[in-house]
């Protein structure tokens, strides 16, 4: 089994930064794709920023110029640096990873984690 493990939201006044960290361990072979969702009451989970195991990224338009993502492959740990938070950034924001968990199989399995709050005051 593969746990992920977020951490450091928080509170933030609006144009305050935070770095999100996700650390996967348990049963891993090799980390495909990992990335960031976020959830607010009400609303549907959106992507965030996703990185790829070739470093490529993606970002939610929302979030372009702010937020930046990188990865630590020796420590299968992924960030996301915020910055220039906004009000309408406050979510739970939820790590998630593509990986596979044998060198076998070359099936991907997809997991989550379970969520930290990032609140955003104005």
């Known amino acids: 089994q593969v746990q992920l493990v977020e951490s450091g939201g928080g509170l933030v006044q609006a144009g305050g930064s935070l770095r999100l960290s996700c650390a996967a361990s348990?049963?891993?072979?090799?980390?495909?794709?990992i990335g960031w969702y976020r959830q607010a009451p009400g609303k549907q989970r959106e992507l965030v920023a996703l990185?790829?195991?070739?470093?490529?990224?993606n970002y939610a338009d929302s979030v372009k110029g702010r937020f930046a993502i990188s990865r630590d492959n020796a420590k299968n740990t992924v960030y996301l640096q915020m910055n220039s938070l906004k009000p309408e950034d406050a979510s739970v924001y939820y790590c998630?990873?593509?990986?596979?968990?044998?060198?076998?199989?070359?099936?991907?399995?997809?997991?989550w984690g379970q969520g930290t709050q990032v609140t955003v005051t104005s």
């Open positions: 990185i790829t195991s070739g470093g490529s990224t």
């Open positions: 348990g049963t891993i072979f090799s980390i495909n794709a």
């Open positions: 998630n990873a593509d990986l596979y968990e044998d060198p076998w199989s070359r099936q991907l399995h997809n997991y």
